[in-house]
């Protein structure tokens, strides 16, 4: 069998732009900076992801990437998830956050080198069985209530039938309000607050917001990984957490207290497809929800 030696582990910053709405989105340039990596054995390549979400910079974790590489580079390539933890190991004492996030971008280039040597479809190595997934319409920031209402009837007006924004938490409120007026309870509607909130303005805002059927409150609560005041809000309204879990017994934890009613693990952050593999079976073992968090792309 032909020996495959890693060659080269090279980021890649990239800038695909996102469609300009009508009105114009806040975050415009933010969410168009891409970094991607690539992981080349025997002139077959794989490409990875990370989303670079610290500092808003690409090139900070780019930087990390490169000093994975002396590590990676001219070693035999094995399963992905060996090297994830012998990269877990090596990070081992500060090792989340951006090292992660890096992490996540290698080891999802690994499976897909792995694809690829094999020759076959990724999504037949992890057992694919759904040909189509549900998506939504994940709107940027706007200036006032008014522009991002606009923009959910112009968004809905594609087909979309579900809507996520990203209003302040100073506004978040009347937006609901204008697009349950403008479109009625025919779409669902999601907010995503960023942690913005401590839990007492969270718990008033739950059941402030509660009438309006929110399908989700994501990430109301500031740390995101505050479990037990999660749970207090999620028992208010379905909260949607995990973009911001960079550990797989994270998960765990939120599992055991059913402290969310959707679980969002972001392949680009957690740690790529190794970890990302291990979540799932978790929730669909405890019949939990999965809603991925994918970052934005259109």
Partial sequence: MESHIISDVIPIISSIPLNETIPKQEWLDEWSKQLFVKICSNHTCGW??????????????ADIVRRFEPFLKNIEFTEPNIIWEKLRKLTFSGGYGPIIG????????????????S???LGDILGKNENSVIRYASLSRYANPDKVSKASINISKMGFEMIKLHQTKDDTLESVKKIREKLGYSIDLMVDMNCSMKLEEAIQFANSVQKYELKWLEEPIWPPDDLASLKKVNDIIPVAAGENFFSYYTFEKAVQMDALTYFQPDVTKIGGLTPTLKIIDLLKKNNKKLAFHNRPHN
């Fill in 119 to 121: 020759n076959v479809y």
């Fill in 102 to 117: 890096a992490i996540s971008g290698i080891d999802i280039a690994l499976w897909d080198l792995k694809a690829r040597i």
């Fill in 48 to 61: 990875g992801e990370i989303l670079s979400a610290a500092f808003n910079s690409p090139n900070f974790y």
